[in-house]
């Protein structure tokens, strides 16, 4: 006999338990389905950035309404995340990557959006004392910063289930169809049915698409981080830069993030990744030369989560096009986690209503004309 | 010895010059293979033959006969024609068989067509109340600076626990005109039973005898408390003193020393980074890899030898560690000439006899492995309790690497070797499941601390990285 719900979720990412919890504080009873458990990939290993800066236009107004929800993070899922706003920083190491970041600030001034500030060296130094002195300035975005994003998922997960949610986790989904106006998957020897069904699966949504006739070019891909022992405080924002891959992100019990997006193995079959460290050589000569006083930190540990990546780095948001009742949240291309708590209320939003107040312009499925095998 | 140099491909790299490694290499070197060992330490021994060529100590008898073994072990290494690099610290291997390796402030990375892993055992975690105060410290780490440097604890000094390692220490501090206050043995009175039907097995092993004599010196007019099952180390900052459980009475020392063991475990760090897959051995209580005859292990190309393998001592390592070296040979180099191997099993059989009477034994007491108070520090690193452990499975982790994200639990410097196990088996407890299923940290290289000026120093270009040669 097979169990039904409201909606079918597949993933227990950030998106997937924050929709979750979205719909269910909106009184419908999701069930979600997570292969491994809340968090274990992407959501649960990223950098934690709650970052509003250097984002594409087309997310602005998701990552807006997001931010929204993170600065009342606790009255939301009862739990602060351990987030903090002590800001976010991308660093021009020379005058020439100074001219396209004054244009673009000033383009998103023009589309009404002042969240980015031009900064100079001065005002720099004050955020960022340790940073090298060569780097003339950068543009500062001072309500974002970072969270820690294991508890954050888990605090999303947990809220969910409490607000009435079905949190399957250990459950992988083993097929996908529709039968009529229901999905039906397999799961565990357990057979689910729902009307509408959300994929959130990340790296693993392609998967879930082609099983419903709309396959979407999503890749997984390995993004590394590293992590250092603890060093005496010397930086709050978290510091990017724009030629180089680097984020750069110091906790408050002293220990410093290395990430930016160099890519290790994936073997997305096996939850398996594979560090490459002659990329994460670069990303410790780019420490080395922007904060000297990093050069003697002990490194103590790598890793990569295995994310969703799409052809033009932006995520699929919205309701599909070839097939009733699926929406797709997906494709976050390793800067999903501040998105992850607005994407989810908008999904609510669309499966309640059928409309949202925030444009998802630009991050639909209808983008891609083939990605269903269509024309 | 060649003058070791990091050239960018090998066809063997070994891992550790315990007896495992040296055995190895030598086999393979011997073969003709281009066989290249890295080992952590200032000279070849391991653990077990610590500084063989280098000790202090004016009479390297009082170390026992054993430790004279480890010098033919190396003197056949020296001939072999293998490279060594010593002081060389391996934190990273993965499926392409790729390591990463540190020396003299300098990282390299280099390939291996094949890789031996002998990186040896741990000592077991060995969690009481106030096993973090200073004043106490593990026997293994006591008796590393009696064989490297010569030095004996001074004062009121007490050792606690079980195993060989426990007698092998008080006999070897004795000669070393080491004074101790008391023995305090955890041995559990009902392991007897379970290991009495090993003991045929046992009486034919070397072990027999050699135990029995070690034991009685060990003994003879030192205080020993036995059957032991509970402790407790106090002092404000410092230890002052243990209060004990034994046979159903209490009492309470006096100390400025103590010294703790229960057992060794294989040091599985480097094969787990690596994706080697492992399985817990209920009769160990730990985690070991899952190999084939030869030592292969779940990936292509990476063998493990030695106590890394499962815990059986330096004689069955150095057999291991020749098995694994033939199969290499065999694989790379078939034409070569190589000892049979039926031959060297059947000495590692031999080697093994009396391991299942010591596992069973010296199995320690759950109340030594799982601490029932809360208020135990469980990951000195991170200082997480056992009521902190216990409280994140009462919100939902399901195993230890939830632990890290709820906790920071094995997120220090040690990477989870000082609670690895600990906190396997309380949450397996907590949970009310198998050790197998709740499993382990998942590792990542690297598996030993190294600093980002060495990252930032790996030389790219496979050309540069043959130019990184040690003076």
Redesign the interface.
């Known amino acids: 006999m097979s169990r039904t719900a409201d909606v079918l979720i597949v993933g227990g990412g950030i998106h997937g338990c924050a929709t979750a919890l979205h719909l269910a504080k909106a009184g419908a009873r999701p069930a979600l389905f997570e292969k491994d458990?809340a968090?274990?990939h992407a959501s649960?290993v990223n950098a934690g950035g709650v970052r509003q800066l250097a984002r594409d236009v087309a997310e602005i107004p998701l990552s807006i309404r997001a931010m929204g929800l993170w600065e009342n993070i606790a009255d939301l899922v009862d739990d602060d995340c351990g987030f903090d706003q002590h800001g976010q920083v991308l660093v021009a190491e020379s005058e020439a990557e100074l001219a396209p970041m004054r244009a673009r600030v000033a383009d998103l001034r023009a589309r009404g959006f002042t969240h980015e500030e031009m900064i100079d060296a001065a005002e720099l130094r004050r955020l960022a004392p340790a940073v090298a002195e060569t780097c003339p300035g950068g543009v500062v975005s001072r309500r974002a910063g970072a969270a820690?994003p294991?508890?954050t998922t888990?605090a999303f997960?947990?809220k969910a289930a409490a607000l009435g949610a079905m949190i399957h986790?250990?459950a992988r989904v083993e097929t996908v169809r529709k039968e009529g106006r229901d999905f039906v998957l397999d799961v565990g020897g357990q057979t689910w049915r729902a009307p509408v069904l959300v994929n959130a699966a990340g790296a693993w949504a392609g998967g879930v698409a082609a099983q419903l006739g709309e396959p979407i070019p999503v890749q997984p891909i390995a993004p590394m981080l590293?992590i250092?022992?603890r060093v005496p405080a010397f930086i709050k924002p978290v510091a990017i830069l724009r030629g180089r891959k680097l984020s750069f992100k110091q906790f408050a019990n002293g220990s410093v993030m290395i990430g930016g997006g160099h890519l290790g193995q994936v073997f997305p079959d096996e939850n398996?990744t594979?560090?490459d460290?002659?990329k994460?050589?670069e990303s410790?000569?780019t420490?080395?030369e922007l904060f000297p006083i990093?050069?003697?930190?002990?490194?103590?540990?790598?890793?990569a989560g295995i994310e969703g990546r799409m052809p033009d780095d932006l995520p699929i948001i919205g309701p599909s096009a070839r097939c009733e009742g699926l929406f797709h949240q997906c494709g976050f291309s390793a800067h999903g986690f501040q998105l992850g708590p607005g994407a989810g209320a908008v999904m609510a939003e669309l499966i309640a209503t059928g409309a949202t107040a925030t444009p998802l312009d630009g991050l639909q499925i209808t983008r891609f004309p083939h990605a269903g095998g269509l024309s | 010895m060649t003058a070791p140099a990091f050239a960018s491909s090998h066809d063997l790299v070994v891992v550790g010059a315990g007896p495992a490694g040296l055995a190895a290499a030598t086999l393979a070197a011997q073969a003709g293979l281009g066989t290249l060992l890295l080992d952590e330490n200032a000279s070849p021994g391991g653990q077990i033959y610590r500084a063989v060529t280098t000790t202090p100590l004016p009479d390297r008898a009082l170390l026992g006969p054993e430790f004279a073994q480890g010098g033919a072990l190396v003197e056949a290494f020296a001939r072999s024609g293998a490279a060594y690099v010593a002081g060389a610290t391996v934190w990273?291997l993965?499926?392409?068989l790729?390591l990463?390796v540190s020396a003299a402030g300098r990282a390299a990375?280099i390939k291996a067509r094949r890789v031996i892993l002998a990186t040896g055992a741990l000592e077991r975690p060995f969690p009481i109340p106030g096993w973090t105060l200073p004043g106490v410290m593990t026997i293994g780490a006591a008796q590393t600076l009696l064989k490297a440097s010569g030095m004996i604890p001074q004062g009121r000094v007490a050792l606690a626990g079980s195993g060989p390692l426990l007698w092998l220490y008080a006999a070897q501090l004795k000669r070393a005109g080491g004074r101790l206050a008391a023995i305090l043995d955890t041995t559990p009175r009902e392991n007897w039973r379970a290991a009495w039907r090993h003991m045929p097995d046992f009486l034919r092993s070397p072990y027999a005898f050699k135990g029995l004599k070690l034991t009685r010196e060990a003994r003879a007019g030192t205080r020993v408390i036995a059957n032991v099952t509970a402790l407790e180390a106090f002092g404000e900052g410092r230890l002052a003193g243990l209060r004990y459980a034994a046979g159903g009475k209490r009492g309470e020392l006096s100390l400025d020393a103590l010294l703790l063991h229960q057992g060794v475990v294989p040091n599985v760090n480097l094969a787990m980074a690596a994706?080697v897959a492992h399985r817990w051995d209920e009769a160990q209580a730990c985690f070991v890899p899952t190999l084939d005859a030869g030592g292969q292990s779940s990936v292509q190309g990476v063998s493990i030898a030695g106590d890394g393998a499962g815990i059986g001592g330096a004689e069955a390592a150095a057999e291991r560690g020749r098995l694994a070296a033939v199969a290499v040979v065999k694989a790379l180099k078939p034409e070569a000439s190589t000892p049979d191997a039926a031959a060297i099993a059947a000495a590692l059989a031999k080697a093994m006899r009396g391991r299942a009477f010591l596992d069973a034994l010296f199995r320690p007491a759950p109340a030594f492995r799982v601490p029932a108070r809360d208020e135990v520090i469980v990951c000195r690193c991170e200082e997480v309790s056992a009521g902190d452990i216990r409280a994140s499975v009462a919100?939902?982790a399901?195993g230890p690497?939830?632990l890290?994200?709820?906790r920071r639990a094995g997120?220090?410097?040690c990477?989870g070797r000082m609670c690895g196990l600990t906190v396997t088996e309380l949450m397996a407890q907590a949970r009310g499941k198998m050790a197998q299923e709740i499993g382990y940290y998942r590792l990542?290289?690297?598996v030993k601390?190294?600093?980002?000026?060495e990252?930032?120093s790996?030389q790219?270009d496979p050309a540069a990285i043959a130019a990184v040669v040690r003076e």
Not at chain 1, 294 to 303: C, E, F, N, V, Y
């Open positions: 458990y968090g274990r649960g820690d294991a508890r888990t997960r947990r986790e250990g590293m250092t022992a398996a594979v560090l460290w002659r994460l050589q410790a000569r420490v080395w990093m050069r003697g930190a002990t490194i103590l540990r790598a890793w | 990273h993965d499926r392409d790729t990463g990375l994706g919100i939902g399901t690497n939830q890290k994200a709820y997120m220090g410097p990477q990542r290289s690297p601390p190294v600093t980002l000026d990252i930032a790996i790219p």
